[in-house]
């Protein structure tokens, strides 16, 4: 791959320079402000999203409520997976960053000295945006939007080849969705287990969904009864 890189005629390159040169006709202020982005910025937007769910979720409650939290806890544990995984592989590939092999870059974010191959941003907001999908797929099409810009960043910045970020995104892909079963089948019974406590049960049901659950759990037992006393006035 490294061989790869290093040649003029690969489109991997070609679509680096295509990417990367936007940002020497953009402002400055736009290109901090992209280098922000990219290494913060929507990483804390990814977070947020995963609470924002979590939370619409929790106040909806319904029969999915227990599943939909529990995917949500497996979406950040399937980040933390893949980037476990991709230690191993970016010391296997061991592939330069961009800028070590091929001058004319605008790096906006300088100091990277490890290896490019997989990107660790790609990996972490695809495996986000996955699990998301997994448990709400409004949410989840944002998350993937988001990992999408993400990977888009990162080669804007000019520190990872498109197939960096192709890459992390297959295996934030892979983690969240071919580990997903196992997953969910430890998760759902402790998610099961915290919503029946009366202590953290709030964490998987607000208390208002709750409520509501109860009263719903009422009403069919009662109007049996109001009818058969409808019946017996008539006769």
């Known amino acids: 791959m490294a061989v790869l890189a290093e040649s003029g005629s690969n489109p991997d390159v070609g679509l680096l320079y295509d990417i990367n040169g936007l940002a020497k006709d953009a402002p400055r202020w736009f290109d901090r402000a992209m280098a922000f982005v990219g290494e913060y910025g929507l990483l804390l937007a990814m977070v947020l999203l995963v609470l924002w769910c979590w939370w619409s979720v929790r106040r909806r409650g319904g029969e999915d409520a227990v599943s939909s939290v529990a995917a949500l ?9 893949a980037v476990l995984v991709n230690i191993p592989i970016r010391g296997f590939v ?19 000295t ?14 986000l ?19 999408l810009l993400e990977g888009f960043c990162r080669v804007y910045m000019g520190v990872h080849y498109p197939t960096d970020v192709v890459g992390g995104f ?32 709030w964490i998987v049901r607000s208390r208002a969904a ?21 019946r017996d006035l008539a006769a």
């Open 73 to 81: 806890v497996w979406a950040p544990l399937a980040a933390g997976l």
């Open 94 to 112: 061991g592939r330069p960053r961009p800028f070590v092999d091929h001058q004319g870059l605008d790096v906006l974010v300088p100091g990277k």
């Open 114 to 127: 490890d290896f490019s191959f997989v990107s660790d941003h790609a990996t972490i907001t695809m495996a």
């Open 129 to 147: 945006g996955v699990g998301l999908f997994v448990a709400n797929r409004r949410f989840g099409v944002a998350g993937i939007g988001l990992a």
């Open 170 to 201: 297959a295996l934030g892909t892979a983690v969240a969705l071919l580990l997903s079963p196992a997953a969910m089948a430890l998760l759902t019974p402790l998610t099961r287990a915290v919503e029946r406590s009366p202590r953290a049960g």
């Open 210 to 230: 709750r409520g509501c659950g109860q009263d719903r759990a009422l009403v069919p037992g009662a109007r049996p009864s109001l009818e058969n006393e409808e």
